[in-house]
């Protein structure tokens, strides 16, 4: 069974950063694309982030691009947002997606639980 | 950036009817479209992909339908688990990639 679990949200100063993670369990982890999605309060979705499943490729929303960095472990199957220079509009539920293929689809068939950052003063 | 445009934003309707969702682009898109459905407090699962290709495992009561900048969501037999969000998204440009602003589908 695909299972994603994100972890280190929590709260933050605007301006400050934090790391997520996303351990991944259940598949080939370093077969399939990742992306990183949002979703402010009460919004709708966001595209944040994504990566190609060797890491080679990495793509980002203008709103982020600059401040967040993508990663990826695939010997550990984890997966990472660093997030710095945060804003109070980047507050978010923070979710982890599987692409639906090994490329880079954007087509998720698999997401994790989500991670709660809350950027305030 | 593609737009993406749901209509309705809201939708009211009984268990046991068949509703239509749309999704309008900003510029066409082949067949590069996403339906997601969304209940509160929980992660959005993947329906539809490439515009009318059921995700495995979602019931066949969802189909879709579609190409260029108009696609529609159908759920035939409204069932009380139904009720959600919908959210369409183009992959178009997966690069940049968008959503549509959701559609509430309420009792």
């Known amino acids: 069974e695909v299972q994603l679990l994100e972890s280190g949200g929590g709260l933050v100063q605007p301006g400050g950063s934090l790391r997520l993670s996303c351990a991944a369990s259940g598949f080939s982890f370093s077969m399939y694309a990742m992306s990183w999605v949002r979703q402010a309060p009460g919004k709708g979705l966001e595209w944040v982030s994504g990566?190609?499943?060797?890491?080679?490729?990495?793509y980002y929303a203008a709103s982020v691009k600059g401040r967040f960095s993508t990663s990826r472990d695939n010997s550990n199957k984890i997966f990472y947002l660093q997030m710095n220079s945060l804003r109070v509009e980047d507050t978010a539920v923070y979710y982890c997606a599987k692409d639906i293929e090994g490329s880079y689809l954007a087509t998720w068939s698999h997401w994790g639980q989500g991670a709660l950052v809350t950027v305030s003063s | 950036d593609i737009q993406m445009t749901q209509s309705p934003s809201s939708l009211s309707a009984s268990v046991g009817d068949r509703v239509t969702i749309t999704c309008r682009a900003s510029q066409r898109i082949n067949n590069n479209l996403n339906w997601y459905q969304q209940k509160p407090g929980k992660a959005p699962i993947l329906l539809i992909y490439d515009a009318s290709s059921l995700q495995s495992g979602v019931s066949p009561r969802f189909s879709g339908r579609g190409s260029g900048t108009d696609f529609t969501l159908t759920i035939t037999s409204l069932q009380p688990e139904d009720f959600a969000t919908y959210y369409c998204q183009q992959t178009h440009s997966t690069i940049f990639t968008t959503f549509g602003q959701g559609t509430r589908l309420e009792i």
């Open positions: 990566m190609s499943n060797s890491g080679g490729s990495t």
